[in-house]
């Protein structure tokens, strides 16, 4: 089950972040309009995948935060080159450890 919950918040972040890339290199590259068509699917998604999460919506909202912050610097580090540094991963690291205590943590 904690499996399963990991895989969607990654697919859930990798959807928020690559739409939102879409939509920021059309504004800012002046791309193609399916540009901005495919990053509003993407985040349309983004936003249906966390609903397959089994806990509720503000842990699952609180929690996606962290794993947000992770992606967030390995897509700025793929994508766009900007290694972490060490307070990065630091501060990812800390992230981490609050989404497992939020939505692993046995209550």
Do not use: H, K
């Amino acid at each position: 089950m904690i499996l399963v919950s990991i895989f969607l918040f990654i697919l859930a972040g990798l959807f928020e972040i690559g739409g939102g890339y879409l939509i920021w290199i059309w504004l800012r590259e002046g791309r193609g309009v399916e540009y901005a068509v495919l990053g509003a699917i993407l985040l349309v998604l983004y936003g249906i995948i966390p609903t397959l999460q089994t806990a509720n919506f503000g842990r699952v909202y609180a929690a996606y935060g962290g794993v947000f912050i992770v992606l967030a610097l390995l897509w700025g580090w793929q994508i766009d080159g900007v290694t972490p540094d060490r307070f990065d991963v630091i501060g990812a690291g800390i992230a981490l450890i609050g989404v497992f205590v939020i939505m692993y943590w046995p209550r």
